[in-house]
Structure formats: C-alpha cells, structure tokens
C-alpha cells in the first residue's frame, strides 16, 4: 500500500542502500559512504542483519581491466563510423572528384567531375586507389592538373580488411575527409592511407605489400624443349576450381623418364588429381577441372626446375597481384583462407592412390611364382612368371591374372595351375585409364597363407592383401576397387 512507501527524499535514500545491499547480495554501505550517501543506524542495522559480507573492492576507483564499452561510434572521432566522404578540389575550389564510401553496403562510390583540375599542374594532381587484403588493386585513377578530365562514375566493392590511399599535390586545403555519420570533418594532406576496420577507418603508414601466395587466382605454368608451354594450370579459389590443360607433342625428347607432374589431394589423402607427364613420350592434348578447396593440396614437380637456365620452365604466378616465381623441382601448397601456403609434404595416400603398383603371388612354401608391375604413366603392365610347380596340393587353378579393357576385350588372361608345371615368362601388356586389372588366389583368404596375394604401392609403399578375388579399375588418379 502506498502508506507504507517513504514520504521524504533522505527515507527514500535509506530504504534504497537496504535494496540494493539485498540485490547485490552484499553490504554496500562503504560504497553509498564513498559516494556522499550517509546511512541513518537504523539501516547500517538492518544491512549488517542481512548477514552478507562487507564490500572490500575499491569499486569506486574504477580499476576494471575489462570496462564496458558501448557498442556505437565516438562522436568525437573522425574515424570511427559506417559512412565518410572525400573531396578533392582543384583551382578555384573547383572539385573534380568526390568518393564517398559506405562500410554498411561494402561500396564505395567514386565521382569524377568533366574539367580540368587544375592547369598549373603538368603532372599527377591527384590520386585514388583501392587495394583489397592481397594485394590487388581493385580500383586506381591517377588525375593530371592540366589534363581535361571526363565525367566518370564507378562503383567499387570495399570490405573490412581493403586499403584506400588518396594523394593531392595541395591537400592540406584542398583536399578533405567528412565523417557523414557525426560531420566531423579534416584535411587529409598530400597522402593519407586508411585501412577499412570493423570500427571505421584507420590510419596507416603504407599499403600493405602482398605476397605472390595471397590472393585467390594462381596460374602455373609448365614448359618443355625450347620453352615450349605443355601445361598450364589456373586455380580460382573463389569458385573452387583448378582448370588443368595439357599441350598436345612431345614435352622434351632428352628425358625418358617423369619429366613433370600436377597431383592433388584433398586433406584426407585421396588423389582428386594425378598426372606424370613423360619427357619423350607423346602428350594428347587434354583440359579437365578439378575441384580445389581450402585445406586440400597441389604439388608441381619439374625435372629441370632447378637448372640454371631452364628453371624459367616451371613458375607460378599470382593473377591479382602479377608476383611471380620459380617453382624449382618441387613445389607443394596446402590452400589457405589466405591464398597458398607452402608445405614440406602432401598428407598420406591410400595403397590405390599414385602411378606405380606391384602384386606379387606366391605358392607352396612362400615361393614367388608371379610378379606384376604396372606404371600408369607410362601405361604399361610387367608381368613376369617363374618357372616352376606353384602348389602341388591344388590340381585346378591356383591363381589367374586377366587384364580388359573398358569395351570387355581381354588384352591378357592367364591361368596358373597349382600342381602343373609352369615355365618362366616375361611379358609387357598395355594398361590404360579405365582397363580392368583381376586377381585370384585359392589361398587368398587363409589365415597364414593370405600373405602369398599381396598389393604394394611402389609410391608410398603402402600395402594390403588381395584376397581370394579383386577386380581393379584405372583411374586417372590411381587404381579403384570393383
């Protein structure tokens, strides 16, 4: 009831240390004395019958390291805001270039008015530039004094993180910035850099000098004899995609192994691309897209990337910024945020993934009885049969090795009996993308004898067991299980 609420300021006064004492669940009475507050003895009593401790912090100093802070601009500061417009003015306060930046929407709006800005000046009066976090220059209008100017109007994408440097010959008069949100105006001089904050704007000494691994479009390219292009390779991150093209001829007839290589893996391992390119063995031409994102892998390997004068044959160019380098016999990126980062290593493969394989079957008492070989890059199949009784205890098929195409024709079909006697044999079968590779063993599952069917990959010299039946396909990037 109303009768019972204080009549008088000083019962107000006391009845409000009592509440929020209650509140804070703690004797607030040093703090309201601190304050000029002067608690009558009733209500020190009534506080101290609370039963709650006695503030000891020194709160009225104002000691917090973590003091709150409004989350609106400072009026008093220029940089700090969401929109701010520059003018620059030539002879007569004629102005000639209005930009007016608005952080909200991420644009800003450059205006450039018919004219000449000012003809005592045979040289650049003035300047506009905008550089994005890798370097790029996304926006960039150099205005001569004495040059006739046309009317121009441009939108340009400027987010948290990008760059703008404004220069003008007389900036200390002619030459402003505006804060549209508090009308806090300057001068900005003859050159002012601002970097774009979540804040605002801040001042800073320099554009900040990129390097050829930030960005997001990356171009590689590969060359052969005579400095002839036979690969080239384009990575946009923005879309995720790596556009390989390979140059029909013959990369360079001087080397009969891997002259170069593109391979990528994903974080996990698994090859999404891999291609061996053989110095004197003829390219198709061939363009495929591979998806690419942040966190996987691109590894580039040339024969002559470290010869003193052909190591201009493999390099790496940064499209934003045109930074480019030498890329030596080996380079390996893991893609970043950023752009690229140089690694030592790509992350482990699987026994399927890579060029070089090798099964090996074997009979009575561990004895090899047969050893296959297959090098996809250079698309051939070794296989090579001792001579020999394999398994006297089997008298049917021991194991067999067929190899097909992808139409269904048989390019190599061979049946080993286990207790008939085999004689030595050496053969080379062509294996192709997309051929089909089967194995068969009758003891491929045995718990001791599993070990005489066995797949190896010569790359990572991972390995595993084929069992009584495996049927593999070629892959571009390795071998599939069917």
């Known amino acids: 009831p109303s009768s019972e609420l204080p009549q008088t300021d000083e019962n107000k006064k006391q009845l409000f240390m009592i509440s929020a004492s209650k509140v804070a669940k703690q004797n607030l009475i040093p703090f309201f004395e601190k304050w000029g507050l002067r608690p009558n003895n009733d209500t020190i009593q009534k506080v101290a019958a609370l039963g709650y401790p006695v503030l000891t912090a020194e709160i009225w100093k104002g000691t917090d390291s973590n003091p709150i802070k409004p989350d609106m601009p400072n009026v008093n500061n220029i940089l700090e805001g969401n929109q701010f417009a520059w003018s620059l003015k030539g002879i007569g306060d004629f102005e000639f270039a209005k930009v007016n930046l608005n952080k909200s929407t991420e644009e800003m709006q450059i205006d450039l008015k018919a004219g000449v800005p000012h003809n005592y000046f045979d040289s650049t009066y003035a300047s506009i530039k905008v550089q994005n976090t890798a370097g790029k220059v996304v926006y960039n209008k150099e205005i001569y004094g004495n040059k ?19 220069t003008h010959l007389e900036g200390v008069h002619r030459a402003t910035l505006t804060n549209v ?65 390979l140059e029909a001829g013959v990369p360079h007839s001087y080397f009969t192994s891997t002259y170069a290589s593109i391979k990528v893996q994903n974080a ?52 934003e910024n045109n930074k480019n380098e030498t890329i030596g016999k080996t380079a390996r990126y893991q893609v970043t945020k950023e752009g690229l980062k140089k690694v030592e290593k790509m992350p482990e493969t699987t026994v399927l993934d890579g060029n070089q394989f090798n099964w ?123």
Request: proline share 2%; no cysteine.
């Open 148 to 166: 006739q100017q046309n009317a121009e109007s441009q939108k340009v994408s400027v987010k948290v993180g990008d760059y703008i440097e404004l």
């Open 181 to 245: 949100d508090n009308s806090k105006q300057e001068s900005f001089g003859k050159k002012a850099i601002y970097e774009v904050t979540k804040e605002g704007l801040k001042k800073v000494e320099k554009m900040p000098e990129a390097t050829i691994l930030d960005g997001n479009q990356f171009a590689w390219s590969l060359k052969g004899y005579s400095d002839r292009e036979i690969a080239k390779v384009n990575y946009d991150k923005t879309v995720e995609e790596m556009k390989v093209k």
């Open 268 to 319: 996990s391992g698994n090859v999404l691309y891999n291609k061996e390119i053989v110095g004197n063995k003829q390219q198709n031409a061939e363009s495929q897209t591979v998806p690419v994102k942040i966190g996987d892998y691109i590894e580039l390997t040339h024969i002559e990337g470290e010869a003193t004068k052909e190591k201009t044959r493999a390099t790496l160019i940064n499209l």
């Open 360 to 482: 090996s079957l074997k009979g009575y008492n561990d004895r090899e009885i047969a050893k296959v070989e297959y090098n996809k890059a250079t698309e051939k199949m070794q296989i090579k049969l001792e001579a020999g009784i394999p398994h006297s205890y089997f008298t049917s098929t021991y194991a067999s090795i067929k190899v097909q195409n992808s139409s269904g024709n048989i390019l190599y079909n061979k049946e080993i009996v286990g207790n008939r006697q085999q004689n030595a044999e050496s053969q080379t079968v062509p294996v192709k993308v997309g051929d089909y590779i089967e194995f068969t063993h009758i003891e491929g599952e045995a718990q001791k004898e599993k070990t005489r069917a066995t797949l190896t990959n010569l790359e990572n010299s991972k390995q595993e067991f084929v069992g009584k039946k495996k049927t593999y396909q070629v892959t571009p990037t390795g071998l599939l299980i069917k």
